[in-house]
């Protein structure tokens, strides 16, 4: 196949990442996604990262801060607020839930603390079911 060099609009190459980032079925950076994708189009790594912020702001994504990595959203919409990640540091599983108790205690003490909460990422870190099973 030959590759691209023509502009893409936005939101094709929105489509064509977040399809990309679905697919990898793991945490990837936006160079691994310019690897994976380097068949079909030529992408600079800004064009990336701005990509990846629009999916982001419309909930297609989550950046994973301690990997420096991204996924894809497994859920259609959150209802109960901000995403918790489980990141297994055997096999690198990624399982995505919601937990509105755990967010709440984190709003309450931040209005008593008068802390002005800009952006949210829970994290754990461990390992997963089938690594301790295996262990």
Known sequence: ??????RRPAEVQDKIIATALRDAG???????LIDQLRDEMVLAPQTVYRALG????????????????????????????????????????????ACAPAVAALDAWAESARFAVERRTIELRGTCRDCAAAG
């Open 1 to 6: 196949m030959r590759k691209s060099t023509k």
């Open 26 to 32: 793991k945490p990837v950076s936006a160079y691994e």
């Open 54 to 97: 629009r999916l982001i702001a419309e909930g297609q994504a989550h950046r994973l801060e301690s990997l420096n990595a991204f996924v894809a959203c497994r859920h259609q919409k959150h209802d109960e607020g901000t995403a918790v990640f489980a990141i297994c540091e055997s096999c690198g599983a990624v399982s995505e839930f």
